[in-house]
């Protein structure tokens, strides 16, 4: 091989930010951590945002329009094969692997196309178009969730079963009011991941490392070809929000896994032989390896495990992000914890959809645990409507139940409060329309979003 040659694969091999000297190996495996992996899963997004950074730079005549039909095709031939492409550790991330893929592929104009951006605004506008993207595909999910537990609820609207607190049958309720309320739970989420879908819908490109280029970036441009609905304008806050805009995604994230957690838990409560209200699935449980007669829970369970994960994702990025003003290389760390949280998400919210199809309720059984003593409450009511102060009905009724030792005897007729939201009508109309509002918007925005990412691609 000749020197110029050898010189050309060196230059070829170099990081982004390389100049002379060579990375110790030790140090170079410790730095560049888990990106290449992690990276590969943003490769649409790097794709989309060297596109339309191209376009700005040939709107300001930094490449020719030559030059930008060439980059377009070498990056829409990349997308068509993304199973061919992946990143070395000596490439430490997808922003060089893609570099010197134009590079090779279009020569000159592939080592042009890093002008006046910097790998610090490339990773923002990468995982925020990621962001965009999947938030879209979680809130979606969120929304079937969402109908599926409120259709369950209006098939076993009529099923009377305790309600309780502190672990104690308390007032009676309906097995379609406790569904009602994990597909208003999951409404409530559509809602707060729309609201961080907000948060992240800025665009970050030309704000470089954080003090911008001396070059006319047209950056509401760029960010309109992105998709996105502003620009972050002050160029240092891009840099300085990054944890703060994967932390208000992680809190969405969190607070939805609290909620399927919960949902979790019930059904982990709910199947035991004890109370016998449902039956899981049997695809949904697995078999126990020494005992022949035990269906366990696991889907549930494993649930309820993971949801318990996401506060711990939050807390690291919130510490990590704790800095002073600027990019710091601690960021880099940032990228695990945000990445994990959303796919964990897309497998809770995959498996909660699909659960309450199958489920079997046991209608006896639920009504059989609804024993007299839970109708005190509306006893002392009676009282109440008959002009008993209700402190006084309260005694009366304490006292009464005390004396007869009817605790255990099933309850007769039991009359449940029928206002919007109660056990006797939990708005399963108004269920139905909020979910299918909630669903038409993330689809809109979705198929607006794509269009808009293919007419980059398109010539």
Same mark, same amino acid.
């Given at each position: 091989?000749?020197?110029?040659?050898?010189?050309?694969?060196?230059? @070829?091999?170099?990081?982004?930010?390389? $100049?002379?000297?060579?990375?110790?190996?030790?140090?170079?495996?410790?730095? #560049?951590?888990?990106? /290449?992996?992690?990276?590969?899963?943003?490769?649409?997004?790097?794709?989309?945002?060297?596109?339309? !950074?191209?376009?700005?730079?040939?709107? =300001?005549?930094?490449?020719?329009?030559?030059?930008?039909?060439?980059?377009?095709?070498?990056?829409?031939?990349?997308?068509?094969?993304?199973?061919?492409?992946?990143?070395?550790?000596?490439? &430490?991330? =997808?922003?060089?692997?893609?570099?010197?893929?134009?590079?090779?592929?279009?020569?000159?104009?592939?080592?042009? =196309?890093?002008? *006046?951006?910097?790998?610090?605004?490339?990773?923002?506008?990468?995982?925020? %178009?990621?962001?965009?993207?999947?938030?879209? +595909?979680?809130?979606?999910?969120?929304?079937?969730?969402?109908?599926?537990?409120?259709?369950?609820?209006?098939?076993?609207?009529?099923?009377?079963?305790?309600?309780?607190? !502190?672990?104690?049958?308390?007032?009676?309720?309906?097995? *379609? !009011?406790?569904? +009602?309320? !994990?597909?208003?739970?999951?409404?409530?989420?559509?809602?707060?991941?729309?609201?961080?879908?907000?948060? #992240?819908?800025?665009?970050?490109?030309?704000?470089?490392?954080?003090?911008?280029?001396?070059?006319?970036?047209?950056?509401?441009? #760029?960010?309109? %070809?992105?998709?996105?609905?502003?620009?972050?304008?002050?160029?240092?806050?891009?840099? $300085?929000?990054?944890?703060?805009?994967?932390?208000?995604?992680?809190?969405?994230?969190?607070?939805? +896994?609290?909620?399927?957690?919960?949902?979790?838990?019930? %059904?982990?409560?709910?199947?035991?032989? &004890?109370?016998?209200?449902?039956?899981?699935?049997?695809?949904? $449980?697995?078999?126990?390896?020494?005992?022949?007669?035990?269906?366990?829970?696991?889907?549930?369970?494993?649930?309820?495990?993971?949801?318990?994960?996401?506060?711990?994702?939050?807390?690291?990025?919130?510490?990590?992000?704790?800095?002073?003003?600027?990019?710091?290389?601690?960021?880099?760390?940032?990228?695990?914890? %945000?990445?994990?949280?959303?796919?964990?998400?897309?497998?809770?919210?995959?498996?909660?959809?699909?659960?309450?199809?199958? =489920?079997?309720?046991?209608?006896?059984?639920? @009504?059989?645990?609804?024993?007299?003593?839970?109708?005190?409450?509306?006893?002392?009511? +009676?009282? #109440?409507?008959?002009?008993?102060?209700?402190?006084?009905?309260?005694?009366?009724?304490?006292?009464?139940?005390?004396?007869?030792?009817?605790?255990?005897?099933?309850?007769?007729?039991?009359?449940?409060?029928?206002? /919007? *939201?109660?056990?006797?009508? /939990?708005?399963?109309?108004?269920?139905?329309?909020?979910?299918?509002?909630?669903?038409?918007?993330?689809?809109?925005?979705?198929?607006?979003?794509?269009?808009?990412?293919? @007419?980059?691609?398109?010539?």
């Amino acid at each position: 091989m000749s020197v110029s040659s050898a010189a050309t694969m060196r230059s @070829r091999n170099r990081k982004l930010w390389e $100049t002379a000297s060579r990375l110790d190996s030790v140090v170079e495996r410790y730095t #560049v951590g888990q990106d /290449p992996t992690l990276d590969r899963g943003l490769l649409p997004y790097e794709v989309y945002g060297s596109l339309a !950074h191209a376009a700005g730079l040939a709107r =300001i005549g930094i490449l020719s329009k030559r030059d930008f039909t060439s980059l377009r095709k070498a990056l829409a031939r990349l997308l068509r094969r993304p199973q061919a492409f992946f990143i070395t550790r000596a490439q &430490e991330d =997808i922003h060089t692997a893609v570099e010197q893929y134009l590079t090779r592929a279009v020569g000159d104009a592939g080592r042009r =196309i890093h002008t *006046g951006r910097s790998r610090n605004d490339q990773v923002q506008t990468d995982l925020r %178009l990621y962001l965009k993207d999947r938030l879209l +595909a979680l809130h979606a999910r969120t929304c079937a969730a969402a109908e599926a537990w409120r259709s369950f609820g209006a098939r076993h609207a009529r099923v009377l079963m305790p309600g309780y607190t !502190h672990l104690q049958r308390a007032m009676p309720t309906t097995m *379609g !009011h406790w569904a +009602a309320s !994990h597909a208003e739970a999951f409404l409530e989420n559509a809602r707060f991941l729309r609201a961080a879908y907000a948060e #992240v819908d800025a665009g970050p490109l030309g704000s470089g490392a954080g003090y911008g280029v001396p070059l006319p970036l047209p950056r509401a441009y #760029v960010a309109r %070809l992105l998709g996105f609905s502003r620009v972050q304008r002050n160029t240092l806050r891009v840099q $300085t929000s990054r944890p703060r805009v994967e932390a208000v995604v992680l809190s969405a994230l969190a607070v939805l +896994a609290r909620d399927a957690g919960v949902l979790a838990d019930d %059904l982990r409560l709910y199947a035991t032989a &004890e109370f016998g209200f449902l039956k899981l699935p049997e695809a949904f $449980t697995t078999g126990s390896s020494i005992m022949p007669q035990k269906r366990n829970p696991d889907v549930v369970e494993l649930t309820r495990a993971r949801a318990a994960l996401f506060p711990g994702w939050l807390q690291q990025v919130l510490a990590i992000g704790a800095l002073s003003s600027g990019y710091h290389r601690d960021y880099q760390l940032t990228k695990g914890p %945000l990445l994990a949280a959303v796919e964990t998400a897309d497998e809770m919210l995959a498996m909660l959809a699909r659960l309450p199809g199958p =489920i079997q309720v046991d209608a006896a059984r639920c @009504r059989a645990a609804v024993t007299e003593d839970m109708l005190a409450t509306h006893k002392a009511l +009676a009282l #109440v409507r008959g002009g008993v102060p209700f402190r006084e009905a309260y005694r009366r009724v304490a006292e009464a139940a005390r004396s007869a030792g009817t605790a255990a005897r099933p309850a007769g007729k039991v009359e449940l409060p029928d206002y /919007p *939201g109660a056990p006797g009508d /939990p708005g399963f109309s108004a269920l139905k329309r909020e979910a299918g509002q909630e669903a038409a918007w993330s689809r809109r925005e979705s198929a607006r979003l794509h269009k808009i990412w293919d @007419r980059l691609l398109t010539p």
